[in-house]
């Protein structure tokens, strides 16, 4: 079955850092692969889809068969974008399955 | 438009009592996704809808979980008897029924059952 791995729980980088937020997936096709974001006591919101290929925040995210990654990448980390980041695939055609989650705090 | 609304935003309750969750999907989005979230678990799904029928209940914990789509606009999430270990914030989230489309999330419930 299709998944996401995140390896890391917590991540704490300073104010204007690069950050790098890791995300792995399992599937031997063509995955959809989404980041969502969730503010502190607020709602999941998409953040970015692979095939946008858009830049949203100023995070990034490439698709990288070879690693089977999808990593969030920001060059110059922001206090607000302290939250939490869920990487996130489908597991057929409608079922999304998110990974554990990292919470992302930036130091001032 | 005014996204997915989901209620009650808290509930607090004891143990023993039902619960009702209620969630109102983005107009013209056509499946309906029900989520628990918890620290030790992250989030999963438990059940979602096309159409208004379920299609896939598999997250469903055990029996005492129960959803209902009666329409379009519409979606319970029943706990009974509901306990302490139930608590949790509870994710209702829409999109339009068609495959590998985003999901749009409510601002969830967050429920804890004393």
């Known amino acids: 079955a299709q998944r996401v791995t995140q390896p890391e729980k917590l991540l704490s980088v300073f104010k204007g850092a690069p950050v790098e937020l890791k995300c792995n997936y399992s599937?031997?096709?063509?995955?959809?692969l989404f980041w969502y974001v969730q503010y502190s006591r607020q709602r999941l919101q998409l953040l970015l889809r692979?095939?946008s290929r858009e830049s949203i925040k100023g995070f990034t995210a490439d698709l990288n068969k070879g690693e089977t990654s999808f990593h969030l990448k920001k060059p110059f980390a922001q206090e607000e974008d302290s939250a939490m980041y869920y990487c996130?695939?489908?597991?057929?055609?409608?079922?999304?399955?998110f990974g554990q989650g990292t919470r992302l705090t930036i130091n001032p | 438009d005014a996204g997915v609304i989901q209620s009650p935003r808290h509930e607090v309750t004891e143990m023993g009592q039902e619960v009702t969750l209620r969630c109102k999907p983005i107009?013209?989005?056509?499946?309906l996704f029900w989520y628990r979230q918890t620290m030790m678990r992250g989030l999963e799904l438990l059940i979602y809808?096309?159409?208004?029928?379920?299609?896939?209940d598999s997250g469903m914990p055990e029996d005492r979980f129960s959803a209902k789509m009666p329409n379009a606009s519409f979606s319970t999430l029943k706990i009974q008897p509901s306990e302490p270990r139930d608590s949790a914030v509870y994710f209702c989230?829409?999109?339009?029924?068609?495959?590998?489309?985003?999901?749009?999330f409510g601002d969830g419930t967050r429920l804890s059952i004393l």
């Open positions: 599937y031997s096709g063509s995955p959809e």
């Open positions: 996130a695939t489908f597991q057929g055609a409608q079922k999304l399955v």
């Open positions: 692979h095939i």
């Open positions: 107009s013209g989005h056509n499946s």
């Open positions: 809808f096309n159409n208004n029928v379920p299609i896939d």
């Open positions: 989230a829409s999109s339009i029924g068609t495959v590998n489309q985003p999901q749009h």
